[in-house]
């Protein structure tokens, strides 16, 4: 390990190490040499190092100034942006459509799934590490348990969800206190929306607002206080929990109606 650098806690820097790890999400993602790739925090290029050259274009985005000249001598082909991967305007990447991969900082999970949601149509699938908790978060779809919420709605209305594997703490350097996983993402075509991606994401925020209440309250407290749901009374008495993906729809079309 002392050839690479000190991991930085407030990055939320934890490399991986282990070859059969990293071997065996190279397999999952099964990279064409069509595809162009964009990697998020390389870090000292375990994952880059046997993508780059299987891909035809390939970008990588990492914070940490200390890495950067060793990954554009590593990695000569690779566009290294150092840059926050959330402000990195993804148009300026390719013209066509791109895959994302990443060992994502676990702190900034949901505001990277978030900007990729909202970059969707730049984005053919995503495939990223993040903590095993919030994994089943992502791509759970049974309602009423405590990981159906905000991340399993709106992820798995976007997107078909997959949850690849488990990873153990003991393939990272520093290791951390938390198992993680690997997910994968493949955006829908959806076309004809009912409603547009901001207010479908306002909508599911604001039902999940008190989730132990009803959705009357948690909705009565929310940025939708004045709206009337009363067309939809047969919903207001559950709990966002209890909800299909198409009630919310329902909602944000009623809201939606009521603006316009």
Known sequence: MNNKPKPLKRFGQNYLTDKNTINKIVTEFNPSEEDIVLEIGPGTGSLTSLLYDKVKKYTAVEIDTRVIEEL????????????????????????????????????ITSPIIFKLIENRTLVNDVM????????KRITTTQRGTKDYGILAVLVNY????????????NVF??????????????????GNEIVDDKLLIQTVKAAFGNRRKTLKNSLSNSIFAQV??????????????????????????????QSS
């Open 72 to 107: 554009k001598a590593k990695f000569p082909s690779v566009e290294i942006i150092n840059n926050d991967i959330l402000d990195i305007d993804l148009k300026a990447v390719s013209p066509n459509k791109i895959r994302v991969i990443g060992n994502i900082p676990y702190n």
């Open 173 to 190: 350097y520093p290791k951390p206190k938390v198992f993680s996983a690997i997910v994968h993402l493949r955006f829908r075509e959806l």
């Open 228 to 257: 009337n749901f009363e067309s939809l009374s047969f919903l207001l008495t559950k709990r966002a929990e209890e909800l299909e993906i198409s009630d919310f729809i329902k909602l944000a079309s009623l809201i939606k109606k």
């Open 128 to 135: 990223l590490m993040v903590q095993y908790e919030v994994a």
């Open 158 to 169: 976007f997107a078909e969800t997959k949850l690849c594997f488990k990873i153990s703490p």
